[in-house]
T-cell receptor
Framework: NAGVTQTPKFQVLKTGQSMTLQCAQD?????MYWYRQDPGMGLRLIYY???????DKGEVPNGYNVSRLNKREFSLRLESAAPSQTSVYFC??????????????????FGPGTRLTVL | RKEVEQDPGPFNVPEGATVAFNCTYS??????FFWYRQDCRKEPKLLMS???SGNEDGRFTAQLNRASQYISLLIRDSKLSDSATYLC????????????FGDGTTLTVKP
């Protein structure tokens, strides 16, 4: 199992450009998350999806949109990138134990991250 | 006040030392607690869950004090490989989107 995968690993954008960060998990998890991590800081939740077909705002949603394409995939879109969005973006997933799900309750599994620089 | 606060660190300790990190949380309704480890420029990974009765995993011991609203992580006999940032995570419920991460405490173990 690959766990949680993210693409791309690195990206440089100019102010005003748009892009979509892709995330997929193969652990049969219902919930998926997008976080950003700025230098020396913890993770801040941008958006999450408790289950397929639902999405909700987290702590810092402004400037972002998300799509839960299916149970496996959860994408994050920056419509008009700004330098303040320079950060490392992590996707994560979690599920309830049993039912073929990996992990304990509320345990989140993270992807390797996307390092985004907006000039 | 932040919902989850950790010792600011950094902690620089010699190999073999015992080191303890504390984390306080403000929401008394919090239900589950975790310590994650994050290596430089890598993704966070679960180190251990924290149970009310306390739990131990090898050299690592986690404790929860609900009355005082803090959790702790004790690392005994520190190894060079323990050098990382340790993140405290608090869940306000069992539903998705209820996790809050602390800013992390950085540990450097030196020979």
């Amino acid at each position: 199992n690959a766990g949680v995968t993210q693409t791309p690993k690195f990206q440089v954008l100019k102010t005003g450009q748009s892009m979509t960060l892709q995330c997929a998990q193969d652990m049969n998890h219902n919930s998926m998350y997008w976080y950003r991590q700025d230098p020396g800081m913890g993770l801040r939740l941008i958006y999450y999806s408790a289950s397929e077909g639902t999405t909700d705002k987290g702590e810092v949603p402004n400037g972002y949109n998300v799509s839960r394409l299916n149970k496996r995939e959860f994408s994050l879109r920056l419509e008009s990138a700004a330098p303040s969005q320079t950060s490392v973006y992590f996707c994560a997933s979690s599920g309830f134990p049993g039912q073929g799900n990996k992990g304990t309750i509320n345990e989140q599994f993270f992807g390797p991250g996307t390092r985004l620089t907006v000039l | 006040r932040k919902e989850v606060e950790q010792d600011p660190g950094p902690f620089n300790v010699p190999e073999g030392a015992t080191v303890a990190f504390n984390c306080t949380y403000s929401n008394s309704a919090s239900q589950s607690f975790f310590w994650y480890r994050q290596d430089c420029r890598k993704e966070p990974k679960l180190l251990m869950s924290v149970y009310s009765s306390g739990n131990e995993d090898g050299r690592f011991t986690a404790q929860l004090n609900r009355a005082s609203q803090y959790i702790s992580l004790l690392i005994r006999d520190s190894k060079l490989s323990d050098s990382a940032t340790y993140l405290c995570v608090v869940n306000r419920g069992t539903n998705a989107g209820k996790s809050t991460f602390g800013d992390g405490t950085t540990l450097t173990v030196k020979p």
